[in-house]
């Protein structure tokens, strides 16, 4: 008898605590139910949602939330690149800039080059022409030495011819003389 008193014990309070409600009120948040509890309900709306379903939703709200990581990191990526983007395209409109002063630059600078050619071709004209002139002023320099000496060939004979002259002539004085001298003397 004393088994049956145990065993209707038992009996009796596992149906007591299975008839026991959990009441669920506004202030809750959440509640954790096993099989077999009974909730009453005293909030407005309350959701029931199986273990399962809340695993998957917390994958989901980690995946979501590594998601927001990665879209905030593209979101930083793509303000830096956008800057980047931005002063290279203002440098490239600064190298076009400078690009189209340089093409302007290049331009006088192939007026100058062009200028500097055609002085160049009328300098080597002039170059040959000077050394034409030089060849030629050297043939005559060259021609006058050889008439310089021809002068001074000529300039000796004749010097020679008058020494020859004086000394005839002396020696014909002498001879006058001394016949004179001879024939008064």
Do not use: C, P
């Amino acid at each position: 008898m004393r088994y049956l008193a145990i065993l209707f014990f038992i009996v009796s309070y596992s149906v007591e605590i299975q008839a026991q409600v959990k009441a669920f009120t506004s202030q809750d948040t959440k509640m954790t139910l096993f099989r077999g509890d009974t909730v009453a309900i005293e909030a407005d709306t309350a959701s029931l949602l199986s273990s399962s379903v809340i695993y998957q939703i917390n994958e989901l709200t980690y995946k979501y939330e590594a998601l927001l990581q990665r879209y905030n990191t593209n979101i930083g990526v793509n303000k830096r690149l956008l800057t980047q983007l931005t002063t290279t395209k203002e440098s490239l409109e600064k190298l076009l800039d400078n690009n189209t002063e340089g093409n302007v630059q290049i331009g006088a600078l192939n007026e100058v080059v062009a200028r500097l050619t055609s002085l160049s071709v009328s300098l080597n004209d002039t170059n040959k022409n000077l050394e034409a002139n030089t060849t030629d002023l050297d043939a005559m320099i060259q021609e006058l030495k050889e008439q310089n000496k021809e002068l001074k060939r000529q300039i000796n004979k004749m010097w020679q011819d008058k020494l020859k002259h004086m000394l005839l002539g002396g020696a014909i004085v002498a001879v006058v003389g001394g016949v004179l001298w001879a024939v008064a003397g």
